[in-house]
């Protein structure tokens, strides 16, 4: 691999210990020993924090601090900041990430140095469902916005690869937004920075009730919709 693919792989939680380390277990089947793994905690009461520190010692992470959060917005800012590497990659802990893409993801963004972010077709899974994941591709909408056709559009950050030295353009999330991604999407794609579009899937969202969006009422839905309305 070259020296200047590395990636930081960052996880922001709070009292999610089982999900944790089944994450955790799956991240180190996969990080290669150029990358790293950063953690930040928001005052878990789990365990979480001497389960980490523990792993902080034994040099299974590169980073771990805990400490309480205003929102999952300063949470995911804070470890954004701690990373070190080329690329920044979200990983969520109810989530699934599938790395070798994630790497082609990579491979390609080093083709493009003027590629901000990376991007991928949806897959989403409601837990305990019997049915097959929901395809989701945004491709249609990446073309309109490439060709000048609309403005700005929406993706989910849960596909999303990020070039670290684009962090002084696209910025952080903005805590105002309990709908983060969303607004992030739009600010992104509004600055029109390089954006690059893998047509495959990267990860695969599943939706629970432990989700922030599953407790989102409608009304603050609506709000923050309206917020970005042109």
């Known amino acids: 691999f070259p020296s200047h693919d590395t990636f930081s ?6 009292n999610r210990l089982p999900l944790l380390k ?3 277990s799956k991240l180190w089947e996969n990080k290669r020993p150029q990358d790293e793994i950063c953690i930040v905690d928001g005052n878990s009461s789990d365990g979480t924090v001497a389960f980490a520190q523990q792993l902080l010692a034994e ?3 590169n980073s771990f601090r805990s400490e309480k959060d205003r929102n ?10 701690d990373a070190n590497c080329t690329y920044i990659k979200k990983i ?18 080093d083709k493009f140095p003027e590629a901000d972010i990376c991007i991928s077709n949806d897959l989403t899974l409601n837990l305990g469902s019997t049915q097959s994941p929901a395809h989701l591709s945004r491709f249609s909408w990446f073309q309109k916005w490439a060709s000048g056709e609309i403005p700005s559009f929406t993706f989910g950050d849960v596909h999303m690869l990020i070039r670290r030295s ?8 903005y805590p105002g937004f309990v709908l983060m991604d969303y607004e992030y999407s739009f600010r992104i794609s509004h600055l029109q920075a390089g954006i690059l579009y893998y047509t495959g899937f990267n990860a695969l969202s599943i939706y629970s009730p432990v989700t922030v969006t599953h407790h989102t ?3 603050r839905k609506k709000n923050e919709g309206e ?3 042109p």
């Open 9 to 14: 792989f960052v996880i922001a939680t709070r």
């Open 92 to 109: 969520i802990d109810d989530d699934v990430f599938d790395y070798p893409s994630i790497f082609k993801c990579a491979d390609e963004m």
């Open 59 to 61: 040099g299974k992470i």
């Open 227 to 229: 917020r970005l309305s």
């Open 72 to 81: 999952q917005s300063h949470a995911w800012n804070k470890v954004f900041l």
């Open 217 to 219: 009422g409608n009304n």
């Open 22 to 24: 089944i994450t955790l």
């Open 166 to 173: 684009s962090l002084p353009l696209i910025g952080l999330y």
